[in-house]
């Protein structure tokens, strides 16, 4: 899970176990195991410096992300994520929800998240969500042709019911 982290968080099997439980519970949240993840890093580091202190955050934000990645594709991950993603800027957050969590989002939800995410993270990052921003934008298309033409076949059936 964490694995890369070795190095940098001391103690990471215990933390490994711990994360384990918050994911399991299905009221945690990323942001709370992101404070865990930097709770732990404070505890077994000596923190001396602001910049310690930004390194242990900048540490837990990282492994988060990493964490991301990892998560099972479900209802309440896919809220965990979404919170997650209304105070960080996370690119793997973001990637997570408009590949693998397409099926908890409407159109307009995904287009929303590709359109932000482009901003944020610039067009040569996000690349490889233009197919997807692309069909987005056919089927809503259709959405409001199939509309229309819902609405014109009402029209012309209620001038027949006139005719009459």
């Known amino acids: 899970m964490l694995e890369l982290f070795k190095g940098e968080i001391p103690e990471i099997d215990k933390l490994v176990v711990l994360i384990q439980k918050k994911i399991n519970s299905p009221k945690c949240s990323l942001e709370d195991i992101k404070d865990m993840i930097y709770d732990h890093i404070s505890e077994h580091k000596e923190l001396n410096a602001q910049n310690d ?42 990637n997570r929800l408009i590949f693998d969590f397409q099926m908890f989002l409407n159109k307009r939800e995904l287009l929303h998240l590709i359109d932000h995410g482009t901003i944020i993270f610039g067009t040569d990052k996000t690349k490889d969500w233009k197919p997807i921003k692309e069909v987005v934008l056919t089927l809503l298309k259709q959405d409001k042709i199939e509309k229309f033409a819902d609405a014109y076949q009402r029209y012309k059936s209620s001038q027949k019911k006139k005719k009459e």
């Open 53 to 94: 202190y930004d390194k242990a955050e900048a540490t837990a934000f990282n492994a988060v992300n990493n964490l991301i990645d990892d998560l099972e594709v479900n209802l309440t991950n896919h809220k965990r994520i979404k919170e997650y993603l209304s105070s960080y800027h996370s690119y793997n957050g973001f």
